[in-house]
């Protein structure tokens, strides 16, 4: 069974940038296609973005789209989410997904293993 951590997040001002790191071990992460997903104190769990086993396909939703970048390298078992001209709403604690499946999906229950999540926090 695939075991993933994240890291990279921490404070950062309005406008600024983050990169957040999904590491896999136990399997390699060429066997599944990832998921990026959110969750503010108060809110149900977001989908931020998600990419295919093989790279090749990505999506986000509007809230995050032409901001953030999701991107993969299989070579060293890591999944990242790059975050520009981050604001405020933007706060929550990241969590990254893996199901074994060529195709990501932009539904939690779609994802059988998780992170443990990373705190963002973006100050006005």
């Known amino acids: 069974q695939v075991q993933l951590v994240e890291s990279g997040g921490g404070l950062v001002q309005a406008g600024g940038s983050l990169r957040l790191s999904c590491a896999a071990s136990?399997?390699?992460?060429?066997?599944?296609?990832v998921g990026w997903f959110r969750q503010a104190p108060g809110k149900a769990r977001e989908f931020v973005a998600t990419?295919?086993?093989?790279?090749?396909?990505?999506y986000y939703p509007d809230s995050v789209k032409g901001r953030f970048t999701i991107s993969r390298d299989n070579a060293k078992n890591a999944v990242y989410l790059q975050m520009n001209s981050l604001k405020p709403e933007d706060t929550a604690v990241y969590y990254c997904?893996?199901?074994?499946?060529?195709?990501?999906?932009?539904?939690?229950?779609?994802?059988?293993?998780w992170g443990q999540g990373t705190q963002v926090t973006v100050s006005s």
């Open positions: 997904a893996a199901r074994s499946s060529p195709s990501g999906s932009a539904y939690y229950t779609d994802y059988g293993y």
């Open positions: 136990g399997r390699p992460f060429s066997s599944y296609a």
């Open positions: 990419i295919s086993r093989s790279g090749g396909n990505t």
